[in-house]
């Protein structure tokens, strides 16, 4: 995603006119929603599911959804405003820089999780998660 923002960003002022303007923008468009829709976009369901204890679940669901949405409407917000104030190739490599953030974050704390039933996630991660309280 982050590299397909940045061939947007030079399309921006192509220096082979419109027709490699359109080109960049065709490559560039089409490979970020390539790899958005099965990354952030599905991660943001099916994580939930994973990472978080039966007992609270939908409560992870629900928190992954609102910050998906708290993300929308920020954006929705801030971009024109960005866009006014630092242009449209610097708004595309800086939205390239935080996917190259959120990539790397992802990798760092990444969990495979593959061949575990949610039945032993649970167990796992609900004793992980437990508060460590000590008797008096």
């Known amino acids: ?10 399309s921006t002022e192509p220096p082979g006119g419109a027709n490699a303007h359109l080109a960049l923008v065709t490559v ?3 490979t970020f929603n390539t790899f958005m829709n ?3 976009n599905a991660t943001t369901f ?3 599911a994973e ?9 992870g669901h629900g ?7 708290l993300g929308a409407a920020l954006g929705t917000c801030l971009f024109p405003v960005l866009l006014a104030d630092i242009g449209e190739a610097a708004l595309l490599y800086a939205v390239a820089a935080a996917c190259a953030c ?5 990798f760092a704390f990444r969990v495979e999780t593959r061949g575990q039933s949610l039945d032993e996630l649970s167990g796992a991660q609900a004793t992980a998660l437990a508060p460590r309280i000590t008797p008096p």
Request: charged share 10%; proline share 10%.
């Open 1 to 10: 995603m982050a590299l397909a923002l940045c061939v947007l960003a030079v």
């Open 38 to 40: 099965p990354g952030p």
């Open 102 to 106: 959120g990539f790397l974050v992802a």
């Open 63 to 69: 928190f992954a959804a609102g910050c998906g949405k």
């Open 28 to 30: 560039g468009f089409g």
């Open 51 to 59: 990472v978080f204890p039966s007992e609270m679940r939908a409560a």
């Open 46 to 48: 099916t994580l939930p």
